[in-house]
């Protein structure tokens, strides 16, 4: 039997990824030729502009299979003007998408603006009218092929029915081993908190922990412990500060981030950690150990344009001791 | 013979407008389904978003081709991901491309906000290595099918030597009856200068305008206007304040602005000005009427998304009396 997949679930979008000197006015025009003084005060310019592969899941399956795991990603893919992008992208990055239902639709698409004074990134997304995954979606996959599936925290209602499925199919078929992770990412959003209960590795942002009261890592994964499933694992990374996990057992370990360099493109940081953190459990690492990685391996990524870089940095930098 | 053709010269791009509730504060995540109202604020939210073909010269031969024009763009086009989108663009649009040159490179991209909030138009704009059109670019084109050539103000070397050799062809052919107009659009573009001797008939915007230190249109039509040609006009759009021309004789005449109902979309409403200006002076009307004019499609447009709607809302309100 060939190495099992790990398939991340949900979205796949293009980033259009602007790096400027300074986020900029509201009202202005700037350009790749804008003057960088002004009367009066300084000026603006677009330094470079890259065109992505983006959404959590995707770039999720992305980082995985750069990091050596057989990744699939699951999700519709837009047919239309971009589709040759997205297929030869996740072909280079060799990211299964074999299985993707593919939908004529406007392009998702994220305007995302980089700024290099303040190291942010700010962005604009709009999803027009390529359809959500329906509820039933999982039914025609092979769940033996796989033995890790995450899901990222969107089309809340059908990924609800999607574990309910797995779980299920779990229940039945006992040969079936599949560890389900899931990410709540977007604060404010009351409709994800039905995701606490949904995964045995439970990731959540420093945003929601944040609109959910607490002010610190170790204090918002103690404390939304309770939300999750009995023996689960509640992971919180929590950007410069480093990550969080509460255990099975209520015990809490954190680890420190790793800073890069100098700040490059927090783009996809997130994704970066959750991908090397299920890299890690996936192969048996305790928690702590897998929150050290993914902590080295997102603060590594930040210091980059993009994802490819990442092996041959990783391992030219001998951060992970294998 | 054919209707002689109206040709814009300058840059095609995709400008992906996003119609946002208000502008984002920097490193904020704004999408689609974005809730708008948080703890402790207001929200934000993508309401929608549109891929158009943008671009200056670009636009202000849709508007021509729209009001009725024989008009052709003439730049380069990029051939990639959005060749097609580009050509069936321009076909819808009846503008004639037939002489472009189309050459591989990434597509100049344009992330536009637009906020509902305050009517504005942010823009960040890239251009990565799509060539210029080279000095010598209308030399293969037949200059006695066309009546009017419009140069965007950029590219301003070669511009220079386009306008020298169309000046140049004109004075040993008298049978060739084409007028030249420019655009100066950005501001603090020392180099931009060079351009307001070029064209008989000169627009400026009210940033450059104001870079140079004017404050009302009036004064920069005639205070700008020893800077052209004898016997040019000077011609400047400043926004809800209508617009300015200083006619051969150093007269000034001016007109009031139209307002819309609502303020929707700004993004290109300068280019359809030019567009509407070049349109009544071509046919010979007199400038004060092509003034007001321009600034009637100029704020009708203003009050729709894009530029297709034009003909039939200006054809309903009466606004225009042919």
Chains 1, 2 share one sequence.
Not at 106 to 134: F, K, M, Q, W, Y
Not at 192 to 197: E, K, N, P, V
Not at 252 to 271: I, K, L
Request: charged share 25%; net charge neutral.
């Amino acid at each position: 039997m060939p190495e099992r997949r790990v398939m991340t679930v949900g979205m796949v979008c293009v980033d259009i990824i602007n790096y400027v000197v300074r986020f900029p006015d509201e009202d202005t025009d700037v350009g790749s030729n804008s003057p960088l003084e002004v009367p009066g005060g300084l000026g603006n310019r677009c330094l470079d502009q890259q065109w992505c592969r983006g959404g959590n899941a995707s770039n999720s399956a992305t980082v995985l299979s750069l990091l050596g795991a057989n990744a699939e990603f699951f999700g519709s893919i837009p047919q239309g003007d971009l589709t040759s992008f997205f297929e030869e992208d996740f072909r280079r990055d060799r990211v299964h998408v074999d299985r993707c239902p593919r939908l004529a639709a406007r392009t998702p698409t994220s305007c995302v603006i980089v700024s290099a004074a303040s190291g942010t990134r700010t962005i604009v997304h709009s999803n027009s009218d390529l359809p959500e995954l329906p509820a039933d979606a999982l039914r025609r996959l092979p769940l033996r092929e796989y033995d890790w599936i995450h899901f990222e925290g969107r089309n809340i209602a059908n990924v609800n029915k999607m574990v309910e499925y797995v779980r299920a199919e779990r229940e039945k078929n006992p040969e079936l081993k599949l560890t389900i992770s899931v990410e709540l990412e977007k604060a404010n959003r009351p409709e994800l908190d039905t995701l606490f209960s949904l995964g045995e590795v439970v990731f959540i942002s420093k945003d929601v922990a944040m609109s959910k009261g607490f002010t610190d890592m170790e204090s918002a994964v103690r404390g939304l412990k309770a939300r999750t499933l009995p023996g689960s694992v509640l992971i919180c990374p929590w950007g410069e500060l480093g990550a969080a996990a509460c255990l099975a057992d209520g015990s809490v370990v954190t680890s420190e981030a790793h800073r890069p360099p100098s700040v490059v493109d927090t783009v996809g940081a997130g994704d970066t950690f959750i991908a090397a953190c299920i890299w890690r459990l996936r192969r048996g690492d305790p928690v702590n150990r897998a929150l050290r990685t993914a902590c080295v391996v997102a603060g590594t990524k930040v210091g980059v344009k993009g994802f490819r870089p990442l092996p041959q940095l990783l391992k030219d930098s001998g951060l992970l001791h294998e």
